[in-house]
């Protein structure tokens, strides 16, 4: 279930429970849970149960994405009145990693200039392409598809890029640029 019997995820969890069961097994919590001690002692143990699980997810973390190699994509509106996305696709490196349906809510969101995350996980450093098809409507009532196909560096440590669409009168014919937030 959680892999490798080395791995530092099985290592922690393994750690969790037995402190649990020996916390648990040399006091005797079931029958002293009705007296003040018990309880207080009941509380102690959840609250590092609390402790070590927050600990456990942090691990995962670290270990699913290792900060040297971690890439976050984000998508956002250049400006709130020339399109309003339908769907986007994106796949990188040939590899699809989004597909998505816009619900009214968030047309709305992102109109009002919010950025919504599209992707989260790991990359190597070097060149990637970035593979977009969007569908949207445009502010004159038309339909446009766009598929477009953008190059990125992934650099050491944590990188984010942002994905800004826009469409300019008089045509709005929509664009999509790469911002890279630093």
Known sequence: MLGNAHSPLRTTWTLLVL?????TGRHGLAG????????????????????????????????????????FLFLSLA??????????????????????????????????????????????????????TLAAQAQNDRYVRRESSLTFRKRAGETTIELQLAASPPDFEPSITLQDWQ
């Open 19 to 23: 402190v649990v069961f020996l916390l």
């Open 32 to 71: 002293d849970a009705q007296t003040p001690d018990g309880a207080l002692e009941i509380e102690r143990l959840k609250g590092e149960v609390a402790a070590l699980s927050q600990e456990l997810i942090e691990l995962q973390q670290a270990a699913f994405y290792p900060a040297d190699t971690r890439f």
């Open 79 to 132: 400006s709130n009145d020339g399109l309003t996305p339908e769907s986007i696709e994106i796949a990188i490196d040939g590899r699809p990693v989004v597909s998505h349906l816009y619900s009214e809510r968030e047309k709305l969101s992102l109109q009002r200039g919010g950025a919504q995350a599209l992707y989260t996980g790991n990359l190597s450093l070097g060149e990637h392409r970035l593979d977009i």
